[in-house]
């Protein structure tokens, strides 16, 4: 949709587009740019758009499952051939480089196509009964009205591993994308519909949480929430669905550590940490954020870490040169500098970085920055900094570095780096962390597998893979018996 050359982004409510409050879409790399005009939907919209969903859900859920599988199918050959232009608008929105961006869209396309797949498994199980004549079964059928509430930090990927097993196992969805990437969440809708999704089955509210956030998560007719976003918000959504009933999965924060034992390959382990810290700016859940480095080595590695977080090129992130984009917002960037403030004054040791690109215009962009010599109580050491900022700290050996590494509230991602096969078996079981690496970067994921986190990273679900059925989902058990 589009006004000019300016396109509109708005709510889209048992098959409209709707209208609301207007406020601008802007580039975090040029915030003079407008990228979109958003279209900010109210409380009485999301009421709507629930009633919506609810309405539709009879019929989608008789739809035969491969069916749906269809049409998500259909969807993902739609968003594949809109990959670039797609990409490229999201880059400009969010930040995110463009190969980053682009491949962010395609990874969308692939976990369209696997729910797809999955609508063809089997849905449920026979049993053997005590009785001769009883047919003993149970199987999954859809929940019904599931809230999908989604972050901007990946803005089609987190929304498509939601919504796509939501609908391929036959529950309608009311979608609140973040406020900051709107025209990313309608290029998406744009899509499946496209693909064929009857009108009400996917309802989106693209509108602030503190005009719509209780309208939907309080809402009656709601049956689950999907929610990813920060802890404060999710544990105050999970305490209202808890007096209500309502099915919740929580996807937070994580404070991820990267240990480097002193047998690592240096080259290796610098440039997989440099990647986990530092690309989308450092903005994801699963970011490297503290770096655990045995003593004996330290010297070398940091030195490696440092000389690459200065020599990746930050800027503009449809410049195909460009490793590290701005961060999304000036609250965020506001945010980020805090921090820094806070670590010079407790004695950080800043071996690159530190401060504002201010050569690179009013952009949010922060350098690449590595911090060490800070106090194991530092707040840059125990909170989320959601920038692309590595804190390091020293070990001495392999059983400090485990402690250290999960002194931590948070449990998401954890990364390991070594030679040692025995060193790696301890660590994958020692580590409290839903998601746990071996000479990779903490962060990415494969959709594939089960995908969430420990302590206060998560409420205890997994999502993704096989494993999404699980919360989407709930079992009926019928027994049959002849009639004498």
């Not at 390091?392 to 931590?408: H, I, P, Q």
Request: net charge negative.
């Amino acid at each position: 949709m589009t006004s000019g050359q300016i396109p509109i982004a708005r709510s889209f409510v048992a098959g409209e587009w709707r209208d609301g409050a207007p406020a601008p879409d802007l580039n975090p790399a040029r915030p003079s740019e407008v990228v979109a005009e958003t279209r900010l939907a109210d409380a009485a919209l999301a009421a709507e758009a629930v009633q919506a969903a609810r309405a539709a859900f009879p019929g989608w859920r008789a739809m035969p499952p491969p069916a749906r599988g269809e049409i998500l199918r259909r969807s993902a050959g739609v968003l594949e051939r809109r990959a670039e232009d797609v990409g490229r608008e999201f880059a400009r929105e969010e930040g995110k480089t463009l190969a980053e961006a682009v491949g962010e869209v395609r990874r969308a396309v692939a976990i369209l196509r696997y729910y797809a797949a999955q609508t063809l498994e089997p849905d449920g199980e026979t049993y053997p009964s005590a009785s001769p004549s009883m047919l003993l079964y149970a199987r999954r059928e859809p929940l019904g009205v599931v809230l999908a509430i989604t972050p901007w930090n990946f803005p089609i990927a987190i929304p498509a591993w939601k919504i796509a097993p939501a609908l391929a196992y036959g529950n309608t969805v009311v979608w609140k994308p973040a406020e900051l990437t709107p025209l990313t969440s309608v290029r998406l809708l744009e899509s499946l519909r496209e693909g064929g999704l009857p009108d009400g089955v996917l309802n989106l509210v693209v509108g602030r949480g503190s005009a719509v956030g209780d309208a939907l998560t309080g809402h009656p007719e709601v049956d689950a929430i999907t929610f990813t976003g920060s802890n404060a918000v999710g544990r105050a959504i999970q305490r209202k669905a808890v007096e209500l009933g309502t099915k919740v999965q929580l996807e937070l924060g994580g404070k991820n550590p990267a240990v480097v034992l002193a047998d690592a390959d240096l080259d290796h382990a610098a440039n997989q940490v440099a990647r986990g810290a530092f690309l989308s700016a450092g903005q994801k859940c699963t970011a490297t954020s503290r770096v655990i480095v045995d003593r004996a080595i330290a010297g070398a590695f940091l030195d490696r870490l440092a000389s690459l977080a200065g020599s990746w090129k930050l800027g503009d992130p449809l410049d195909p040169e460009t490793r590290v984009g701005p961060v999304v917002s000036e609250p965020a960037l506001r945010s980020i500098l805090g921090y820094l403030d806070e670590g010079r004054a407790g004695g950080g040791e800043f071996l690159v970085g530190g401060d504002r690109a201010d050569e690179l215009g009013d952009g949010y962009f922060v350098r690449p920055t590595v911090i060490s010599s800070l106090n194991r109580d530092s707040r840059l050491l125990r909170e989320e900094i959601f920038g692309p900022v590595a804190v390091t700290l020293e070990s001495d050996g392999f059983e400090e570095a485990v402690t250290l590494a999960n002194d931590t509230p948070f449990g998401l991602s954890a990364s390991l780096f070594t030679r040692d096969l025995g060193a790696a078996l301890r660590f994958a079981q020692e580590i409290r962390a839903g998601v746990v690496k071996v000479n990779q970067e903490s962060a990415g994921i494969e959709f594939q597998a089960p995908f969430g986190g420990m302590k206060q990273s998560s409420s205890g679900s997994r999502e993704q893979g096989k494993v999404a059925r699980e919360f989407f989902t709930q079992w009926k058990t019928v027994y049959v018996d002849r009639a004498p």
